[in-house]
């Protein structure tokens, strides 16, 4: 179905609709609240007006009863307290027509009527009750009552009946009222129940409007992009409705051709992607025979170079001794540069070959404490520490998951390291320490020697990568390459820390225990620093600060001191 943009949008639409729909209950709105003040008004006319009419005709045809009766009694006594029902009558009957009177504004008919009244009083009281007080005041009760005749009762009669005329009036004026209220409460009732039809119609009309203008576009896109959802991607999106709607489905169709183009250059990506890995996993499975392969060469070839090695050295020695001095100073000078060549050639076989062996030949991980492992490695670089009168210490070493011969190792190459490349006439200084950053101990192997220029730091864990000649100091340049093995098959890495202000500082990583990872959180969570303290440095556990003591320890000559002399030799254990 092909979308046609035009005629009136959503919102124009909605807006018309309840603007019509205001309007019309804001006019069924005036003319009920005009029918309810007409209702009010006509409905005080009945209770304020009407009604008190009514009882005020009735009180007037009684006061003009107690009237009429006074003078009849008057005439037959003459007693004049029988005239007192004739004054208060009369007195009550004004009283009456006053208050009437005000309420007659709206009524001609009735004023009309009450005037007939009055003139018919004022008649029968100038011809009949006057003449009759002032007969029988002066003529007695006898004259009186001879002007009490059927002449007299017949005008008081006609007075009655002009009462009755007016309450009849009345009577009509307020059934006229009351009427007039029921047909405006009618009217405003008829008026409501229009003003619901309306709100009830403008409803449904803007729920079937919103169906149709709504609820099926959106229906129809919601289900194409479903179907384009589900992998259709070329699946073009057409829209019907608002031309809202008809600029949203252009919109999502956009957004379609833009995600279906993007997935096809993610496919061809992934293609390529897919081949590079399989290429890569080539290599990677290509390099990994290589190294196997050159692992067992070295080995091999190391091991098989042992023997002829050791004969050429074994009689390169025997010619040094049996034949020194015999020849001349030359001669003597080429064997001895025959024995060290041999020698030098041992040493770099036997380096290479335990350098080839790191994480090949392994005993399995175990919890391995740092300070033992120190007080090993003071042991096998005693002699060196007594030529240097060298002096050892460590703190606060922890105990890590590792080979316990492969951290004697590393920590052995380490001290060696910083005993060889000492200052001259200055006693060696090693320290080894440690301290937890985060989840793993930085192991620090801090001197006083030489110290190395940052531009070398990454070099010298380069194997058989030297600084210095060999005669300035001997080695066969391999030690920091096996210590940067052994680090890195602990899962850490070793670095130079060229920011010393003396000496050199190698620092190396190795994973911590989950319980000390653990006992440094809870200890940091217990201990809040204010401020203007330092945040201190993460430390070792107490529990971990060991001294390396027993008989690991054979160079302790008391273990009830901190620091000792062995000969010349100085170790202080922290």
């Known amino acids: 179905m092909r979308p046609v943009i035009g005629g009136w949008s959503l919102r124009r639409r909605v807006i018309t609709l309840l603007t019509v729909v205001g309007f019309l209950l804001i006019g069924l709105a005036g003319a009920e609240a005009a029918m309810a003040a007409r209702n009010r008004t006509q409905i005080d006319a009945v209770l304020n007006e009407t009604g008190p009419l009514r009882v005020q005709s ?30 208060e009558g009369l007195a009550q009957e004004q009283s009456v027509i006053v208050s009437m009177r005000k309420l007659l504004d709206d009524y001609p008919e009735i004023s009309q009527e009450l005037r007939t009244v009055e003139e018919r009083v004022t008649q029968w009281r100038r011809s009949v009750a006057e003449p009759v007080i002032v007969t029988t005041e002066q ?6 009552q001879a002007l009490v005749t059927e002449s007299a009762r017949q005008q008081f009669d006609e007075v009655r009946s002009a009462v009755n005329d007016l309450q009849e009036e009345v009577l009509a004026a307020r059934e006229q009222t009351a009427a007039n209220v029921r047909t405006s409460s009618n009217v405003l009732v008829v008026l409501l129940i229009v003003a619901a039809l309306v709100v009830v119609i403008a409803g449904t009309v803007l729920l079937l409007s919103l169906d149709r203008m709504v609820v099926r576009p959106l229906t129809g896109l919601a289900n194409q992009v479903r179907e384009v959802a589900e992998g259709d991607y070329q699946h073009r999106i057409a829209t ?39 290429q890569l996993q080539k290599q990677a499975e290509e390099l990994t025979r290589s190294n196997r392969d050159l692992e067992q060469f070295a080995y091999v070839a190391s091991h098989d170079l042992q023997e002829p090695l050791r004969k050429v050295a074994s009689f390169c020695q ?3 001794r049996r034949y020194a001095g015999q020849l001349d100073e030359r001669a003597d000078q080429y064997i001895a540069f025959a024995v ?17 062996r790191i994480g090949r030949l392994t005993t399995g991980f175990v919890e391995v404490d740092l300070n033992k492992v120190m007080g090993d490695v003071a042991g096998q670089t005693e002699a060196a520490r007594q030529y240097a009168d060298a002096e050892l210490t460590w703190t606060g070493l922890p105990t890590i998951s590792g080979e316990e011969p492969l951290l004697t190792n590393l920590l052995a190459n380490l001290v060696s390291n910083s005993i060889k490349f000492r200052r001259p006439d200055v006693p060696s200084k090693v320290h080894v320490s440690a301290r937890l950053v985060g989840a793993e101990w930085e192991i620090t192997c801090q001197d006083n020697g030489i110290g190395i220029e940052p531009e070398f730091a990454d070099k010298i864990f380069v194997i058989f990568q030297r600084l210095h000649s060999k005669d300035a100091y001997p080695g066969t340049g391999i030690g920091l390459a096996i210590v940067k093995k052994i680090v890195e098959y602990h899962g850490g890495r070793v670095w130079v820390d060229t920011d010393v202000p003396e000496g050199t500082a190698i620092r190396f990583t190795l994973p911590a225990l989950p319980e000390d990872v653990a006992a440094a959180a809870a200890a940091d969570s217990a201990v809040e620093p204010t401020d203007g303290d330092a945040t201190p440095s993460t430390e070792a556990p107490a529990e971990l600060i060991e001294q390396a003591d027993g008989p690991d320890q054979p160079d302790r000559a008391d273990p009830t001191l901190e620091s000792g002399r062995t000969g010349d030799m100085k170790e202080t254990v922290g």
Request: aromatic fraction near 6%; charged fraction near 25%.
């Open 58 to 87: 009735q009180e007037l045809l009684n006061a003009l009863l107690d009237q009429e009766t006074a003078i009849r009694g008057y005439a037959v006594s003459g007693d004049q307290d029988d005239l007192n029902p004739y004054r």
């Open 139 to 144: 003529s007695g009760t006898s004259a009186g």
């Open 240 to 278: 019907v409705g608002p031309p809202e709607f008809i600029q949203l489905g252009e919109d999502v169709d956009a957004m379609r051709q833009k995600i279906a183009a993007d997935l096809a250059e993610v496919r061809a990506a992934r293609e390529r992607i897919e081949w590079v890995n399989s």
């Open 318 to 320: 025997l010619l040094q």
């Open 340 to 356: 060290d060549g041999a020698q030098r050639m041992q040493r770099l076989i036997n380096d290479l070959l335990a350098f080839s």
